[in-house]
């Protein structure tokens, strides 16, 4: 920035010396006449000029706190709305075509799931595996941005484990509830697309609606996708299920003790423990039962006919199928892969490097089902 020229100033001022000094004296005059005037002049000016702004800033603050009320309401109500929530179902006779045998007594009872509602265009629900139940998938839920539902077996909720109205209750029976629960959601959501996940006995039960829907195609849901993790294949992944299977649920601790001396290394051990902590809090009768039924449902090692004639059966009656296995079934992978590829069976089956009870985690279940929804 240039400096100013006083050389010009002083020039300047000595030319108009005369007309500057009456200028000055005019303006001084006027001052001291109208001096009260123009206090009062210059102080109406700033007070309106004031008010004015005060009245604009008062205006555009009521305009954004309207707005971050308004954003904060619809925020909250959304929240709301996607807030895990538990709910159940009541048991009604019209849920099974034949008669049920006398000592399953379900009709009346309820049937519980956790439900989380998102605008999503898909519907995912979710079973889980032998004497676990819908909180295991809480975590998932809260992440995932589908329309989420976790059912929990009959009889397999903590608080229904003494609960004598909860009696132990066959495979098939099993089937027809969790049927009749998938049904419903159907007719409350009916414009949703429907995935069906299953992990580790949860994949066995879709096995089984994949049963009753070729023997009943007029209770069949429409299923767009199902995605199972570490089904059973024989009995050679039952390992667990055939140990339960053999329990006396009423010398729960020494068969919880035998059960813990199954792992062979120390993730195994972690997970078994894991897996018993979880069982204790359910009904053992009902978990026993539940094991036996499937071990008879399976089987022997070494034999693949069975699974691939049930995934078959399901893929014939699913839009899209994908199974995923976990390192407990490396050894079984290939003879699968192999087996399913001379059957024309291709880009179903995977293998992640995770232990059983990570394929029901968060992490894992986002990106998968985000995976099997972004096709549909």
């Given at each position: ?273 894991e897996y018993l902590h979880k069982i204790t809090e359910k009904d053992l009768h009902q978990v026993q039962r539940y ?86």
């Amino acid at each position: 920035m240039r400096g100013i020229d006083t050389t010009r100033l002083t020039a300047f001022a000595t030319r108009w010396k005369a007309p500057l000094a009456v200028a000055g004296g005019a303006v001084s005059l006027l001052v001291g006449i109208y001096s009260d005037e123009a206090r009062a002049m210059l102080a109406w000016t700033w007070n309106h000029v004031a008010a004015g702004g005060t009245l604009v800033a008062a205006g555009v603050a009521a305009v954004f706190s309207t707005a971050w009320w308004a954003r904060g309401r619809v925020e909250r109500r959304r929240e709301v709305q996607r807030e895990v929530t538990l709910q159940s179902f009541e048991i009604r006779a019209d849920d099974f075509d034949g008669d049920l045998p006398s000592d399953q007594a379900v009709i009346g009872r309820e049937l519980r799931y956790l439900e989380r509602r998102t605008s999503s265009s898909h519907l995912v629900v979710l079973l889980h595996g032998l004497g676990l139940d819908a909180e295991d998938f809480r975590p998932y839920m809260n992440r995932a941005r589908q329309h989420t539902v976790a059912i929990t077996a009959f009889g397999h909720n903590a608080d229904e484990a003494r609960d004598s109205r909860y009696g132990p209750i066959g495979l098939a029976t099993h089937a027809d509830l969790i049927n009749g629960a998938v049904n419903n959601l159907c007719r409350q959501y009916p414009h949703k697309k429907l995935t069906l996940v299953g992990f580790s006995v949860g994949a066995d039960m879709l096995f089984r609606l994949a049963a009753l829907w070729t023997a009943h195609p007029d209770r069949k849901p429409k299923v767009t996708a199902a995605l199972l993790l570490d089904p059973n294949i024989n009995h050679s992944t039952m390992i667990i299920t055939g140990s339960v299977a053999q329990m006396n649920p009423d010398d729960p601790l020494a068969e919880l003790k035998r059960i813990a001396n199954i792992p062979r290394s120390p993730v195994e051990f972690q997970n078994v423990c894991e897996y018993l902590h979880k069982i204790t809090e359910k009904d053992l009768h009902q978990v026993q039962r539940y094991a036996s039924e499937l071990w008879t449902d399976w089987e022997p090692e070494g034999r693949y006919d069975l699974f691939f004639r049930r995934y078959d059966q399901l893929q014939a009656l699913s839009g899209t199928v994908k199974i995923f296995f976990s390192t407990h079934f490396e050894r079984h992978f290939n003879d699968v892969v192999g087996l399913a590829r001379q059957r024309g069976v291709r880009r179903v089956f995977d293998l992640r490097r995770v232990d059983h009870f990570e394929l029901c985690r968060e992490t894992f279940l986002v990106r998968e089902v985000d995976a099997l929804t972004r096709r549909r």
